[in-house]
């Protein structure tokens, strides 16, 4: 198994994006605001989203010199987008913030790890 990743551009770009998504979501936009309250994500609980997206790309970011914490931050971030297509899917929120954010990031995520972390 691969530890370190192959591409390290590939990490740095997904925790940039993470990061500029948890800046984002500090005073979320019409189409992040849109999103959680299409899935029915309670408004107290919207600061646990950035600190999770936060983590995530601090994780990547170390998993670029320490074994295996890329892997396993790329995967938790991967776990992340898959819980957030199904939050859409149960609650019937299939429009563009589905399609274009959620699976959009799904993508990323997945073609980082795979890419990155195969041999």
């Not at 890329?70 to 563009?96: E, Q």
Request: with cysteine.
């Amino acid at each position: 198994m691969i530890l370190l990743p192959h591409f390290p551009w590939l990490i740095v770009l997904l925790a940039v994006v993470l990061l500029g998504d948890a800046i984002l979501s500090l005073r979320p936009p019409a189409f992040i605001r849109d999103c959680l309250t299409g899935v029915g994500f309670p408004r107290q609980w919207w600061w646990t989203l950035i600190v999770v997206k936060v983590l995530a790309a601090v994780g990547l970011f170390i998993g670029l010199r320490v074994p295996g914490v890329a892997l396993a931050a790329s995967t938790g971030v991967i776990c992340y987008f898959l819980c957030a297509v199904v939050a859409h899917v149960r609650a019937g929120f299939m429009g563009r913030e589905l399609w274009i954010n959620c699976l959009g990031m799904l993508a990323l995520a997945l073609t980082t790890a795979s890419v990155s972390f195969t041999g």
